[in-house]
């Protein structure tokens, strides 16, 4: 069994809140493992539960496969929870 993430530093810094959001939405996607994200974002374990602890931004291409990730797992369970539209490109104007 994965251990359970170690707690947020307290405080209301955007990089806290990133983060707390991050964590939001691995637990809507069903807290699936990092090791099955990892797989489904093509980065390391370390790199996508780093993304999401609080003491560092992780660089946008981590956040995007992050999102991505749990968006693809959020499918698989069935919920969406309205990701699609928020990850489908727009069209330029």
Known sequence: ???AERP???GDSALLR???DLRLLRQKAGNPTYRELAKRAHFSVTTLSSAA???QLPSLNV???YVRAHAAAMRRNGNSGGMKSRLSPRKPR
Request: aromatic share 6%; net charge positive; hydrophobic share 60%.
């Open 1 to 3: 069994m994965p251990r």
């Open 8 to 10: 947020l530093a307290t």
């Open 18 to 20: 990133f983060a707390a």
């Open 53 to 55: 602890n609080g003491r």
């Open 63 to 65: 956040a995007l496969a």
